[in-house]
């Protein structure tokens, strides 16, 4: 567990944000370092000047003995600066508070054991001014750097606190993160290994937080959900393909039994083998009608889509299907004014359409009336196929799309209820929706498609 936290996403972003903390907090103390000590040193430079400048002026209107009055005034106000010196030609200290120096024009800088024998924080140095005032007189002017190293001493100490509270607070920080992480990680892994265990219905628990953890549990959920629907809806299939496959089999063993036990002749046998073949022959198309909807349900010809005319495809369904409407007496018709393009295949829209206008004619008592009609908005574009038949009661129109399901009355119709079922998995493909409603009397089927611009 203690290696795993520390090698968790939110434990290595927090020990960057950690280090690049450190980072900019040291190159803001150096920055600030460098402000303050030029501000403070050209501070005390500026004050030797003054004293300096004094120093001279004093000198100038009133000889040697002035200069010295002015450095022991000076020395007297604590405002100056703390180390003054004066010298003669010879070396000699004639005033001030620092002993005789061998004399440095411009920028000086002593070691304060120059003034304190006994000062044993002889790290820090004073710093000044030296200059002559006049031909061999030379004076110093300095003040002590020991306050400015102590304030420097105490800003490095604070500066070091802060940091290693900051990391300090990082570290556990990254460890609380880090653990969170960990606990939801985990509680994600366990409910996986369930659900592999086979406890299907197990879901991740998500909290209200809408974060990215979150996002994921319901994600997962959503997606083993709809992996629950799939095998769900695998089950149905396989169940209700040995359900319904079982009576044509019936029936061809029926026929078969039926020879064995009854037929003599070779015209009797022909005719047992004959419905044999036709029984195989139903049983075959199922099989290949249900091999076609799985093969559409996953995609397979979207690859040959192209525009294709629907005014065509409903103009010439309309012309084939003339004959058969007309052996049951029903009256066929076709609105169909303007021509249409949609991005599809051809073939599967032809079998869509032939499969409505199929029920239509099956599904209905003689003497029916048929219209297929196109209608085209802005953005859609729908074709309607609707009879004045016995219709769907509401509760079914979902149900008739399941393969193999048919009405109780439909039961005597030819059919195995896997043509809905077809154009359900067609209309998907090309994007399209396909709605059952009541044509009062009758059924309309719509199937909407987004129009090509
Ligand atoms: N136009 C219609 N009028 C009345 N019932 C219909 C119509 N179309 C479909 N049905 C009902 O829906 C069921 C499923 O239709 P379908 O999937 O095409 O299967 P099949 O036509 O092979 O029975 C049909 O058995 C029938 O009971
Ligand atoms: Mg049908």
């Given at each position: 567990?203690e290696?795993?936290?520390?090698?968790?996403?939110?434990?290595r972003?927090?020990?960057?944000?950690?280090?690049?903390?450190?980072?900019?907090t040291?190159?803001?103390?150096g920055?600030l370092?460098?402000?303050?000590d030029?501000?403070?040193?050209?501070e005390v430079?500026?004050?030797?000047?003054?004293?300096l400048?004094?120093?001279r002026?004093?000198?100038?209107?009133?000889g040697?003995?002035?200069?010295?009055e002015v450095?022991?005034q000076?020395?007297?106000?604590?405002?100056t600066?703390?180390?003054l010196?004066l010298?003669?030609?010879?070396?000699?200290?004639i005033?001030?508070n620092?002993p005789?120096?061998?004399?440095?024009?411009g920028?000086?800088?002593?070691?304060?054991?120059a003034?304190?024998?006994?000062?044993?924080r002889?790290e820090?140095?004073?710093?000044g001014?030296?200059?002559?005032?006049?031909?061999?007189?030379?004076?110093?002017?300095?003040?002590?750097?020991?306050?400015?190293?102590a304030?420097e001493?105490?800003?490095?100490?604070?500066?070091?606190?802060?940091?290693?509270?900051?990391?300090?607070?990082?570290?556990?920080?990254?460890?609380?993160?880090?653990?969170?992480?960990?606990?939801r990680?985990?509680?994600?892994t366990?409910?996986c290994?369930?659900?592999?265990?086979?406890?299907?219905?197990?879901r991740i628990?998500?909290?209200?937080?809408?974060?990215?953890?979150?996002?994921?549990?319901?994600?997962i959920?959503?997606m083993?959900d709809?992996?629950?629907?799939?095998?769900?809806?695998?089950?149905?299939i396989?169940?209700d393909?040995?359900?319904?496959?079982?009576?044509?089999?019936?029936?061809l063993?029926?026929h078969?039994e039926?020879?064995?036990?009854?037929?003599a002749?070779?015209d009797?046998?022909?005719?047992a083998?004959?419905?044999?073949?036709?029984?195989?022959?139903?049983?075959?198309?199922?099989?290949?009608?249900l091999?076609?909807?799985?093969?559409?349900e996953?995609?397979a010809?979207r690859?040959?889509?192209?525009?294709?005319?629907?005014?065509?495809?409903v103009?010439?369904?309309?012309?084939?299907y003339?004959?058969?409407?007309?052996?049951k007496?029903?009256?066929l018709?076709?609105n169909?004014?303007?021509?249409?393009?949609?991005?599809?295949d051809?073939?599967l829209?032809s079998?869509?359409?032939?499969?409505?206008?199929?029920n239509?004619i099956?599904?209905t008592p003689?003497g029916?009336?048929?219209?297929?009609?196109?209608?085209?908005t802005?953005?859609?574009v729908?074709?309607?196929?609707?009879?004045?038949g016995?219709?769907?009661?509401?509760?079914e129109?979902e149900?008739?799309?399941?393969?193999?399901?048919?009405?109780?009355?439909g039961?005597?119709?030819?059919?195995?209820?896997l043509?809905l079922?077809?154009?359900a998995?067609?209309?998907?493909i090309?994007?399209?929706?396909?709605?059952l409603?009541?044509n009062?009397?009758?059924?309309?089927?719509?199937?909407?498609?987004?129009?090509?611009?």
């Amino acid at each position: 567990m203690e290696i795993r936290l520390f090698r968790t996403e939110s434990f290595r972003l927090t020990a960057i944000f950690a280090l690049l903390f450190v980072g900019a907090t040291l190159v803001l103390s150096g920055v600030l370092y460098a402000i303050v000590d030029s501000a403070f040193k050209s501070e005390v430079l500026l004050n030797a000047g003054q004293d300096l400048a004094a120093i001279r002026k004093g000198y100038d209107s009133e000889g040697i003995s002035e200069a010295k009055e002015v450095v022991n005034q000076r020395l007297a106000r604590p405002t100056t600066s703390n180390f003054l010196l004066l010298q003669n030609a010879g070396g000699k200290k004639i005033a001030g508070n620092l002993p005789a120096i061998t004399p440095a024009v411009g920028t000086v800088r002593l070691p304060i054991s120059a003034a304190r024998k006994d000062d044993r924080r002889a790290e820090h140095r004073i710093l000044g001014r030296g200059q002559f005032i006049a031909p061999g007189v030379y004076a110093f002017a300095g003040q002590d750097l020991a306050v400015f190293n102590a304030a420097e001493r105490e800003a490095l100490r604070a500066i070091g606190w802060t940091l290693t509270a900051a990391l300090i607070f990082a570290v556990a920080a990254g460890i609380l993160l880090s653990r969170g992480f960990l606990r939801r990680m985990d509680t994600i892994t366990q409910t996986c290994q369930a659900i592999m265990a086979g406890q299907l219905s197990d879901r991740i628990p998500v909290p209200g937080t809408q974060d990215e953890l979150s996002r994921l549990a319901s994600t997962i959920n959503a997606m083993l959900d709809r992996i629950n629907a799939l095998m769900e809806n695998v089950r149905q299939i396989s169940t209700d393909i040995a359900h319904d496959l079982r009576t044509p089999l019936t029936r061809l063993r029926h026929h078969l039994e039926l020879a064995r036990a009854e037929a003599a002749t070779v015209d009797e046998y022909g005719v047992a083998v004959d419905h044999g073949i036709e029984d195989t022959n139903r049983i075959l198309s199922i099989f290949s009608a249900l091999l076609r909807i799985s093969q559409i349900e996953a995609g397979a010809g979207r690859a040959s889509f192209q525009r294709v005319d629907l005014q065509k495809i409903v103009k010439n369904l309309a012309d084939l299907y003339g004959p058969a409407a007309e052996d049951k007496k029903h009256i066929l018709e076709a609105n169909a004014d303007s021509s249409v393009d949609v991005f599809g295949d051809r073939e599967l829209l032809s079998q869509m359409f032939v499969n409505l206008i199929e029920n239509a004619i099956t599904h209905t008592p003689d003497g029916a009336r048929v219209t297929i009609d196109m209608t085209a908005t802005e953005a859609s574009v729908s074709v309607r196929v609707a009879d004045n038949g016995p219709g769907i009661p509401p509760d079914e129109r979902e149900k008739v799309f399941r393969r193999f399901y048919r009405l109780e009355r439909g039961r005597s119709t030819p059919g195995s209820g896997l043509g809905l079922a077809l154009v359900a998995a067609i209309a998907q493909i090309h994007y399209a929706t396909v709605e059952l409603s009541d044509n009062a009397p009758g059924l309309c089927a719509t199937v909407t498609f987004r129009k090509l611009s």
